[in-house]
């Protein structure tokens, strides 16, 4: 089962909120009014920046956050099952292959990579927890005191090295990357 997508709200160097996106998204639109500025969200699965539009009232940032359901309109035909097509270069060979297997190329395609995905399923994680941790860290700490240090002991997976390094930072982005970085050890040992 998915874990729950979970946001962190800085503003500047000081945790605002973590939780859901709309929880977060009002505590950063209040620390943004109050002029407690520059507000970061991330994403904490990707480490990557959330942009908020702070305008009008807070009923209105949450209105325009985005949706996690589809905005398909109902149309005649089959329903479009969220299929996206593109494209696929393969090697003539590949395509013979294709079209001799059952259910045709499309078919193939998708039992593969449902394979790939179920046998690549806990390095997938590593890394991407991973690449999360060193978004957010050089977002967060790239101009902070030992900041390349932490992340040659981040990526020599040097973790307690990693904490006494991160230790002097300001609290709040320090406790919040040593729990990104907690994350990618406890998914790299599951790997």
Do not use: I
């Amino acid at each position: 089962m998915d874990e729950p997508a979970t946001y962190t709200a800085f503003a500047a160097q000081h945790g605002l909120a973590t939780g859901a996106l709309w929880d977060v998204a009002l505590a950063a639109k209040a620390a943004h009014d109050s002029g407690r500025e520059p507000v970061l969200v991330f994403d904490d699965a990707t480490g990557r920046t959330v942009e908020l539009d702070y305008r009008g009232s807070p009923d209105d940032v949450l209105a325009r956050l985005p949706s996690s359901e589809p905005r398909a309109k109902p149309g005649r035909g089959r329903p479009r099952l969220g299929v996206t097509a593109r494209e696929v270069t393969l090697l003539p060979r590949h395509w013979e292959w294709l079209a001799s297997q059952p259910g045709g190329a499309s078919a193939v395609l998708r039992r593969l990579v449902e394979q790939a995905l179920r046998e690549n399923s806990g390095a997938d994680d590593a890394r991407q927890a991973l690449e999360a941790a060193h978004r957010a860290m050089t977002t967060l700490a790239g101009d902070l005191p030992d900041y390349e240090e932490a992340m040659r002991a981040f990526y020599a997976k040097d973790y307690a090295r990693f904490g006494g390094l991160t230790a002097p930072w300001p609290r709040d982005v320090g406790d919040y990357l040593r729990r990104l970085v907690a994350k990618v050890e406890q998914r790299q040992a599951a790997a």
